[in-house]
T-cell receptor, first 114, second 111 residues
Framework: GENVEQHPSTLSVQEGDSAVIKCTYS??????FPWYKQELGKRPQLIID?????GEKKDQRIAVTLNKTAKHFSLHITETQPEDSAVYFCAASKRASSASKIIFGSGTRLSIRP | DAGVIQSPRHEVTEMGQEVTLRCKPISGHNSLFWYRQTMMRGLELLIY????????DSGMPEDRFSAKMPNASFSTLKIQPSEPRDSAVYFC?????????FGPGTRLLVL
């Protein structure tokens, strides 16, 4: 069935360094890839997304890349700050199909060391 | 835009009692999802609806759990009877054509 694998499950980086989280998906029909950030005690919130007609997208310190051939996509956070500490979820779905569900990865717990 | 609304935000109950969680999706969204989150099992999809019709309930753990969506602006998740292992945060989420938004969650503790 549809599956999204996410690595690593935990990640600790020094403040100011970069963090990279990687995901792979199984359904080649997937064409929409959102990323969610969940801070402790709060709801998952969308932070960035990418569609299959685009290879890369940036928003300030975060960027996502997509390799459709390999069915890989990644989240890059540069110049990490303490407020980046959270659990990050990647996801995949078929865009413009309201009946389809979003498949989530298992999450990455990112810790920023001061 | 009020976002997805869930009630109650916190619920403490005793084993064996019935628990009803409520959700109001974002207006205009036609898909609604119920998730359960625990440290051990992570984020699990329990059931989702499209246009008020249940599409996939394969994640519902057992017959003690039931969900309804009587109209486009309201859904319930019921646990009867509740057990301590049902303690978790339950999220409702809604989606339009593309992006899914989560509600604030209901933190359930079954004693």
């Amino acid at each position: 069935g549809e599956n999204v694998e996410q690595h690593p499950s935990t990640l600790s980086v020094q403040e100011g360094d970069s963090a990279v989280i990687k995901c792979t998906y199984s359904d080649s029909a997937s064409n929409y890839f959102p990323w969610y950030k969940q801070e402790l005690g709060k709801r998952p919130q969308l932070i960035i997304d990418i569609r299959s007609n685009v290879g890369e997208k940036k928003d300030q310190r975060i960027a996502v890349t997509l390799n459709k051939t390999a069915k890989h996509f990644s989240l890059h956070i540069t110049e990490t700050q303490p407020e980046d500490s959270a659990v990050y979820f990647c996801a995949a779905s078929k865009r413009a199909s309201s009946a389809s569900k979003i498949i989530f990865g298992s999450g990455t717990r990112l810790s920023i060391r001061p | 835009d009020a976002g997805v609304i869930q009630s109650p935000r916190h619920e403490v109950t005793e084993m064996g009692q019935e628990v009803t969680l409520r959700c109001k999706p974002i207006s205009g969204h036609n898909s609604l999802f119920w998730y359960r989150q625990t440290m051990m099992r992570g984020l699990e999809l329990l059931i989702y609806f499209n246009n008020n019709v249940p599409i996939d309930d394969s994640g519902m753990p057992e017959d003690r759990f039931s969900a309804k969506m009587p109209n486009a602006s309201f859904s319930t998740l019921k646990i009867q009877p509740s057990e301590p292992r049902d303690s978790a945060v339950y999220f409702c989420a809604s989606k339009g054509a593309e992006t899914q938004y989560f509600g604030p969650g209901t933190r359930l503790l079954v004693l």
